[in-house]
């Protein structure tokens, strides 16, 4: 299995960005798929999970309102739309998958893209 995340960069406070990670090696339909970032000196913390049951979507409070989570089960895809950024945002983004809550545990983790928000 490989999560291969992409998408992340530069951009200002204020902007947006979109990261998009491809999961190849089997079917996650049946998968809950998410995200997950790491800021310098701090320990990773989750952002957000699609659940492969009911559709339903997860966030933590830090980006509800200001981030946006999609999947593409054709394309094995998850995709993360960030709006309204700030420089607290600046981190690494994983994206993850399991086939339980994300919230609880992860099963495969993507290699991580770099996220910087200039203020």
């Known amino acids: 299995v490989q999560l291969q995340a992409s998408g992340g960069g530069l951009a200002q406070a204020g902007g947006s960005l979109r990261l998009s990670c491809a999961a190849s090696?089997?079917?996650?339909?049946?998968?809950?798929m998410g995200w997950f970032r790491q800021a310098p000196g701090k320990e990773r913390e989750f952002v957000a999970a699609?659940?492969?049951?009911?559709?339903?979507?997860y966030y933590a409070d830090s980006v509800k309102g200001r981030f946006t989570i999609s999947r593409d089960n054709a394309e094995n895809r998850v995709f993360l739309q960030m709006n309204s950024l700030k420089p607290e945002d600046t981190a690494v983004y994983y994206c993850a998958t399991n086939q339980k809550d994300l919230r609880v545990g992860v099963k495969y983790w993507g290699q991580g893209t770099l996220v910087t928000v200039s203020s």
């Open positions: 090696g089997r079917t996650f339909s049946s998968y809950d």
């Open positions: 699609d659940s492969w049951s009911g559709g339903s979507t």
